[in-house]
Nanobody
């Protein structure tokens, strides 16, 4: 079926940048909304950013101005460009795609650690 493969996580210093990628593969007909979530230890999962099929984006207040979500429809890939990273951005980041006619699909998660 459909799988999401994430990459780009890692360890960075505060103020640094990372770009997360999430590529979808499998039986894909049409991807509607793509999104990034994150979950830090001891906290609930948080919606970070979304992008719909028309390119409209939304961001959590905590990342607005620092993170940029984008998509490459030809590659079935969603990206999260993260700049000016802060220690509070440390979390496991998951991508999610909403597919036409099916339930949403979640990625396995990629860990982002921002050191002080």
């Amino acid at each position: 079926q459909v799988q999401l493969v994430e990459s780009g996580g890692g360890l960075v210093q505060a103020g640094g940048s990372l770009r997360l990628s999430c590529a979808a593969s499998g039986s894909i007909r049409r991807i509607l909304t793509m999104a990034w979530y994150r979950q830090a230890p001891g906290k609930q999962r948080e919606l970070v950013a979304t992008i719909d099929s028309g390119g409209t984006t939304n961001y959590a207040d905590s990342v607005k101005g620092r993170f940029t979500i984008s998509r490459d429809n030809a590659k079935n890939t969603v990206y999260l460009q993260m700049k000016s990273l802060k220690p509070e951005d440390t979390a496991v980041y998951h991508c999610k795609i909403q597919l036409l006619f099916t339930d949403s699909v979640w990625g396995q998660g990629t860990r982002v650690t921002v050191s002080s």
